[in-house]
């Protein structure tokens, strides 16, 4: 059992190690491919499945995002009114909504195919943009961007935009009435109640 153990360990911190060492866009093809791959075998994923779905962001996509600084950008300047506990929970709880949001997407794309743009980075660079097209049968091709940072723990991606709509732009405006209307609280209990909602449409559906 030790033995399975320690090789598990060592499977992981590998697996880890070698996303750290990856480029910016290499990590991102490389994830996607694999993502795609386990969507097109995986029949109750192709079905609707939103717990296997939920499952596989969890864990091929989600360590490489990075939730802290999505949210800071996503709150803007209401960040700085919330508490060190109050960022932690919007974090875990915008986290949550991302997850439920990005898994979904599993689904829609199944059946696409993903062409990635030449990357434009120079060697010092620590932020760049990674530019896909997917490609979807019998409609208009559709432009994902994906914006990576680079971190102490490798590129991780902290945006992305669909068709010129930025995820974390998107929010902002949202957020901010959240705020607006009923403060740092009122904006944990706005994201609280979104994912108790899916979580409930999550347990309703257990393919």
Known sequence: MKRLFAMLAGLLFATVATAQEMAP????????????????????????????AVELAEVKVLPHFDFAHM????????????????????VDE???????????AFIEYRNHEIEFKPLK?????TDVLVRSVVKQPG????????NLDK?????????????????????????AQEVS????EGLIASLRAKN?????AVAANKQ
């Open 196 to 200: 108790k909602g899916s979580e409930a």
């Open 25 to 52: 866009d290499v990590l991102v093809r490389t994830v996607s491919n694999d993502v795609l791959e386990i969507v097109r075998k995986d029949k109750d994923i192709q079905a609707g499945s939103t717990r296997k």
């Open 121 to 125: 980075m120079q060697p010092a660079d």
């Open 139 to 146: 409609g208009k091709p559709v432009q994902i961007d994906y």
């Open 181 to 184: 209307a009923g403060g740092i």
């Open 151 to 175: 971190t102490d723990r490798g590129w991780k991606v902290y945006d992305i935009s669909v068709a010129g709509v930025s995820l974390v732009t998107n929010y902002r405006s949202s957020f």
């Open 94 to 104: 915008f986290r949550t909504l991302l997850v439920r949001t990005y898994s979904k």
């Open 71 to 90: 949210t800071r950008l996503a709150v803007g300047k209401d960040w700085r009114k919330a508490t060190p506990e109050q960022q932690k929970i919007l």
